[in-house]
């Protein structure tokens, strides 16, 4: 089957004329030349006028023009998604595919001069499967009659000024604005909604239901000089949101390959997540946040605006830095960490784990572990030892926190502010 029925399927939603005359010119397989009659969601009369000037008839029987009994059926299954498709079904974004015909009996030759009455008639549909029982006359003489099985589906709707790689992959309902531009290794789920002028490159792997804004510029080369070309990769799950002007890039080779983020994370504009970072789930970026290379975001974070991690850092479970804050080694989870060279830690985000359904023991246990790392006068491997030993201290969360800081390799941010500096800090 050609191209002209899934062209067809992407914009048609009317049986009427005018449907017709508006999109013709952006399909030139298109092989419904008129609709003369319509009934909603039972019946649509359409017709072919059958020309020597058809771009099949060229070298096809030489002497003998003769229109394939393919292109018949597929003018048949035309008009068949016309009628799927109408408004009145309510049918917006969803396309038509055939997959199956049955009994299909051609009684004649169709050549030049011919015009074809296209006759379709639905009958039992179940799920997304629908039957169409079709015919084609040419002066009152049936010439072909079929049972169409035809779906009906959501279908990817590209804007035809975009730029889109004939080898890229695009999911079912995902819609791409105008001027995009789509790398040939780029695959993008179902559901997900790609702006206007936003760019995807690289060996680029998007899931379900993600929404890139306009300008946003995902899956290009790394900012980093080591980087030689290689194909290297970008992850990206399900439910996620960028805002405009953000940049994800792809992985190095050095540092593992591959960028990866999680699912419903929200990238608020201008944000920038460099080479080999790893971000988690659920976390929120705040504007111009920015990501060296080789970070881990663990899930539940939130870096607000203007903040920026240094390479090879880690951002610790529902941690949360303060606006404008540089982080330049690990920060703990659970914790506010706020400040410029040095950041420093503001005590247990209480706030926070609260609005995510901790309960006051688990914050208790948490603030009493933090008292041992910050008020106890003890050094680190003291601390981790007292809190190892206190039997009340025994939930999940004050054990992560423990690791956390064991294996860290750049070191965690345990510097406390100064009184006033605190006083001033409110809770964010």
């Not at 609709?35 to 771009?55: D, I, M, Q, S, Y």
């Not at 799927?84 to 049955?102: A, F, I, M, P």
């Not at 296209?118 to 029982?133: C, D, E, I, N, S």
């Not at 009340?392 to 800081?405: A, C, K, N, Q, W």
Request: aromatic share 6%; proline share 4%; with cysteine.
């Amino acid at each position: 089957m050609s191209s002209g029925a899934s062209d067809l399927s992407t914009v048609a939603r009317s049986a009427k004329v005018d449907v017709l005359e508006r999109f013709a010119h952006r399909f030139p397989s298109l092989l419904v030349d008129a609709v003369a009659e319509h009934e909603p969601g039972k019946r649509l009369v359409a017709f072919k006028n059958v020309t020597v000037n058809e771009e099949y008839f060229q070298g096809h029987f030489p002497h003998k023009p003769l229109m394939p009994a393919v292109l018949m059926i597929e003018a048949l299954t035309q008009a068949a998604a016309l009628l799927l498709l109408d408004e009145s079904s309510d049918r917006t974004g969803l396309g038509v595919q055939l997959r199956g015909v049955d009994g299909a009996k051609f009684r004649r030759h169709v050549v030049p001069g011919d015009r074809l009455k296209l006759v379709v008639t639905l009958g039992a549909a179940r799920g997304p499967l629908v039957k169409a029982f079709a015919v084609a006359e040419v002066d009152g003489q049936t010439v072909v009659e079929a049972e169409l099985l035809l779906a009906v589906q959501p279908i990817a709707h590209i804007d035809p000024a975009a730029k889109v790689s004939a080898t890229a992959v695009i999911g079912a309902g995902t819609v791409v604005g105008a001027f995009a531009v789509i790398g040939p290794h780029v695959r993008i789920g179902r559901n997900c909604k790609i702006g206007a002028s936003a760019v995807i490159e690289g060996h680029t792997t998007i899931g379900d239901g993600n929404e890139i804004f306009p300008f946003a510029s995902i899956g290009l080369a790394p900012q980093d000089l080591k980087y030689k070309g290689e194909p290297t990769r970008l992850e990206i799950g399900a439910g996620n949101i960028f805002r405009e002007f953000v940049t994800i890039h792809r992985g190095t080779e050095g540092g593992g390959g591959v960028t990866t983020i999680g699912d419903r994370n929200l990238f608020m504009n201008y944000v920038h997540v460099a080479h080999d970072c790893h971000v988690g789930n659920q976390t929120i970026f705040g504007p111009h946040a920015t990501l060296g290379g080789h970070v881990d975001v663990e899930d539940y974070a939130n870096i607000s605006a203007g903040s920026a991690v240094h390479q090879f850092c880690r951002v610790g479970k529902y941690g949360f830095i303060g606006g404008y804050s540089v982080v330049t080694k690990d920060a703990l989870p659970f914790a506010r960490t706020i400040g410029s060279r040095p950041a420093r830690i503001f005590g247990v985000n209480t706030i926070g784990l609260s609005r995510r359904g901790f309960t006051s023991d688990t914050i208790s246990q948490l603030k009493q572990a933090y008292r041992y790392l910050l008020q106890s006068k003890l050094n680190t491997t003291r601390a981790l030892a007292r809190i190892d030993q206190d039997l009340t201290l025994g939930s999940p969360e004050v054990r992560y926190l423990v690791d956390f800081i064991r294996s860290s390799r750049r070191g965690v941010i345990l510097r406390r502010p100064a009184r006033r500096t605190e006083e001033l800090v409110a809770d964010e």
